[in-house]
């Protein structure tokens, strides 16, 4: 059975940083792309960060692109995503994805498995 579960979430303040973390049951996890979505009240869910199977290409969005740092260690089947210079806007729960695919998408249907999100609250 195919699980994810994100964890780090929380409340911070504007400037602050926090750490995600997603434990993946994933056989596969260390040839499969990984990446991390958000959805902000009232918008739909967008991409943040995509990681390929090695680490070696990764993709940002503009709106966390040097403040966001997506990671992952296949040897314990885990993905990470560093967050910096939190903003208010980051507000949102946080999803981690991973999918059948041999490169870095930014499409939610390139994705077959979800989490069930953490969420991180930046207060201004």
């Known amino acids: 059975q195919v699980q994810l579960v994100e964890s780090g979430g929380g409340l911070v303040q504007a400037g602050g940083s926090l750490r995600l973390s997603c434990a993946a049951s994933?056989?596969?996890?260390?040839?499969?792309?990984m990446g991390w979505f958000r959805k902000a009240p009232g918008k739909e869910r967008e991409f943040v960060a995509a990681?390929?199977?090695?680490?070696?290409?990764?993709d940002y969005a503009d709106s966390v692109k040097g403040r966001f740092t997506i990671s992952r260690d296949n040897a314990k089947n885990t993905l990470y995503l560093q967050m910096n210079s939190l903003k208010p806007e980051d507000t949102a729960v946080y999803y981690c994805?991973?999918?059948?695919?041999?490169?870095?998408?930014?499409?939610?249907?390139?994705?077959?498995?979800w989490g069930q999100g953490t969420q991180v609250t930046v207060s201004s």
């Open positions: 990681i390929s199977w090695s680490g070696r290409n990764k």
């Open positions: 994805a991973g999918g059948d695919i041999s490169y870095v998408s930014r499409r939610e249907t390139g994705y077959n498995y």
């Open positions: 994933i056989r596969t996890f260390s040839s499969i792309t």
